[in-house]
């Protein structure tokens, strides 16, 4: 049985490193960061980037107390361990109200990934998008633990 390929927003990796004892660090623990593997994170380029802009930001900073060291280290780390996929244009128009969002189903589509994790609203408005469905982290990691995924 393959694995579960999962897309995970970058306010959802922010999360994580903010609470680590929240629903976000768990689900991007199960991926694999540590102990057993549960689900394959999937992300690209365009997604790593914003998540290096968003870990500068000066109130985001305040928050996560980390270096520049610390933030690249930690990209590393996703890149060694995440599954990176090139988005290829043209680029479908997904999230019309919010298209900086097109990105994750951009790179769930392209990594053939079933969820892409978020709390965003215009991603979540919009549910499902051909084999890829937007879920909670609660209603994800629920379902995780059910086996129902």
């Known amino acids: 049985m393959s694995m579960i390929r999962v897309v995970l927003d970058t306010s959802q990796i922010v999360s994580a490193l903010i609470n680590p004892g929240g629903l976000a660090c768990e ?33 985001i900073k305040k928050l996560h107390g980390w270096s520049g060291e610390r933030i690249g280290l930690f990209l590393n780390l996703l890149k060694e361990h995440a599954s990176i996929v ?5 680029f479908k128009k997904i999230v019309l109200s919010d298209p900086e969002d097109d990105k994750f189903f951009h790179t769930a589509i392209q990594a053939g990934a079933s969820y892409i994790i978020s709390r965003d609203e215009h991603l979540l408005k919009i549910k499902e998008y051909g084999n890829v469905r937007v879920l909670k ?3 994800f ?3 995780m633990r059910n086996n129902a995924l």
Do not use: D, F, M
């Open 141 to 143: 990691i629920s379902a």
């Open 27 to 59: 689900i991007l623990i199960s991926s694999g960061l540590q102990g057993e593997q549960k689900n394959e994170l999937v992300t690209s380029e365009e997604i790593l980037t914003e998540i290096e802009r968003v870990l500068n930001y000066p109130r």
């Open 86 to 90: 090139a988005t290829k244009p043209p």
């Open 137 to 139: 982290p609660k209603v």
